[in-house]
């Protein structure tokens, strides 16, 4: 953003009917001039008719020689209950997708979070569904062979045999777009549940445990009205020592008026952690070191900043001058990370590779993206984020898009 359009988001972003009435009324206007020519910086190739989702899990195997996606029927509104998609994946063999195959279908998804498909190991899978109107995930094998665990999954830990968890009922009504319709135990009648929050889930075994309670949540901040408050975008540190998520809290007449904490539970010690975020955060990843990268608003600035679990008093903003707004980021080994950026005034997306040592950002991408896939209200939030993904090996990026006018899956080398 411009320093103009930053004042004016800064000033309106609480109020969501304003904001987007002013970005409508303010792309209205340049929809009006030529449309600028999209650039990859290298090559790419296109799979269309398919999305992954969000930005904080690869679709990519472990060995690199698949990738998953999903595969819906339709683009342009919200899955009704009981609406499933394919899931599946492509061989991949040297920066090309081969043929597709089928692994099952999911009726738990929507565009942003997908089904939280995901690999556990280079020929099983994982993802969320619903059965008899009530949310379970998944685990199935190449081979075919199917087991259902009783509880819905949001990441995985780095060896696959646990997983985070919480309610995506209670999530849906808190964050309409990223839940799903169907029932979870989410107590969606209560404000701050001690039976629900951050879970830990044992894949093997069919359990779960909770780890932190909205309740525990509820009593360390101070707010007044009556908030809803719930847990979401969990995440394992690469060690599997720590389990990142957001905690937040809204009133249900005004969603898009979230309150938020940026929290990390330690499995070793029990000790619950607030990384010093001024109550803002809203998208993150961490690298091998035990560090974060996170989109923030910080002394009412919105930027890109790095958190290091061994000193939180360490955080720094990365590439401040060119990351001014929120961004979906995916690390590239531990020194380097790529990030997105919404669409601008003239519907123009960006993904850019940004040195965490010397704060460079390179552009990789700049694509258009359809007025059409626009989201104008949050309960149906049809938009496509760009959540740029990256291979493990590092050599590939890939993205959701919809520049041919279709959702798709584009791939380059990095």
Not at 32 to 37: A, C, E, I, Q
Not at 100 to 117: D, P, Q
Not at 122 to 141: E, K, T
Not at 258 to 280: A, G, N, W
């Amino acid at each position: 953003m411009n320093r103009i359009e930053t004042i004016v988001y800064n000033a309106v972003r609480n109020n969501t009917e304003l904001k987007f009435a002013l970005r409508n009324v303010y792309q209205s206007i340049f929809d009006l001039m030529p449309r600028k020519k999209d650039f990859y910086a290298k090559d790419t190739v296109t799979i269309e008719n398919c999305f992954f989702g969000f930005h904080d899990i690869s679709p990519f195997s472990a060995d690199g020689s698949k990738i998953l996606v999903n595969r819906s029927s339709f683009d342009l509104r919200m899955p009704l209950p009981g609406e499933t998609l394919q899931v599946g994946y492509y061989g991949f063999d040297n920066g090309k997708p081969g043929d597709f195959h089928v692994m099952g279908e999911s009726a738990a998804w929507n565009f942003h979070k997908g089904c939280r498909l995901q690999w556990r190991d280079n020929s099983s899978v994982v993802f969320n569904s619903a059965v008899n109107n009530n949310l379970v995930s998944v685990c199935r094998s190449l081979d075919g062979t199917e087991r259902i665990i009783g509880f819905p999954i949001d990441t995985l830990s780095p060896n696959g045999k646990l997983a985070t968890g919480f309610s995506y009922e209670r999530l849906e009504m808190c964050m309409p777009g990223y839940g799903y319709p169907y029932k979870d135990n989410g107590l969606t009648d209560c404000y701050a549940p001690s039976e629900t929050g951050l879970f830990v889930i044992d894949i093997e075994k069919n359990t779960r445990e909770l780890a932190v309670s909205l309740e525990q949540l509820s009593g360390q901040v101070t707010a007044k009205g009556n908030y809803f408050h719930y847990v979401t975008h969990s995440e394992w540190s690469k060690d599997g020592r720590y389990i990142s998520f957001l905690h937040r809290w809204v009133d249900l007449k005004e969603v898009m008026k979230r309150h938020t904490r940026m929290m990390v539970f330690d499995t070793q010690t029990k000790e619950l952690i607030e990384l010093p975020s001024q109550q803002s955060g809203s998208h993150y990843v961490w690298n091998n070191r035990n560090q974060i990268v996170a989109s923030c608003i910080i002394d009412g600035k919105s930027c890109h900043v790095m958190f290091d679990m061994s000193d939180l008093t360490l955080c720094r903003p990365i590439a401040a001058d060119k990351l001014n707004s929120d961004g979906h980021q995916s690390f590239i080994g531990d020194s380097m990370f790529v990030t997105d950026t919404y669409p601008d005034k003239r519907r123009m997306a960006r993904i850019f590779r940004v040195n965490i040592e010397d704060s460079s950002a390179e552009l990789l991408v700049s694509a258009y993206s359809p007025k059409k896939f626009q989201t104008k209200i949050p309960e149906i939030h049809i938009a496509c984020d760009l959540h740029p993904r990256v291979s493990a090996d590092g050599k590939y990026l890939c993205w959701d898009t919809v520049t041919t006018g279709k959702r798709s899956i584009r791939i380059m080398s990095l």
